[in-house]
Nanobody
Framework: QLQLVESGGDLVQPGGSLRLSCKAS????????IGWFRQAPGKEREEVAC????????EYVDSVKGRFTISRDDAKSTAYLQMNSLKSEDTAIYYC??????????????WGQGTPVTVSS
């Protein structure tokens, strides 16, 4: 059974950067698409970035394009979300999720517990 654990969330000033990590255990990340989702207070969870099972396709929601980069290192069973030029509206709990052999995560098969990101001066 695939288990995911996020880390890297923190309090950061507007314009700052953070890198989130999503570490897999139980199974390797090979053949799993990874998605990063976020949920802000009072809002629905949204997928902000995803990377395909083989890493050859990435997708981003418009609000993070050009600022966030998703990547994966299957040798380390870890996926990352590099977040630059952070804005207050990026404040949320960030979750990673996985789906087997997919281009993007549409039907998550595993979720992490979430890591909080707060962007504030």
């Amino acid at each position: 059974q695939l288990q995911l654990v996020e880390s890297g969330g923190d309090l950061v000033q507007p314009g700052g950067s953070l890198r989130l990590s999503c570490k897999a255990s139980g199974l390797t990340l090979d053949y799993y698409a990874i998605g990063w989702f976020r949920q802000a207070p009072g809002k629905e969870r949204e997928e902000v970035a995803c990377i395909s099972s083989f890493g050859d396709n990435t997708e981003y929601v418009d609000s993070v394009k050009g600022r966030f980069t998703i990547s994966r290192d299957d040798a380390k069973s870890t996926a990352y979300l590099q977040m630059n030029s952070l804005k207050s509206e990026d404040t949320a709990i960030y979750y990673c999720a996985a789906e087997y052999k997919a281009m993007c995560v549409r039907t998550p098969e595993a979720w992490g517990q979430g890591t909080p990101v707060t962007v504030s001066s």
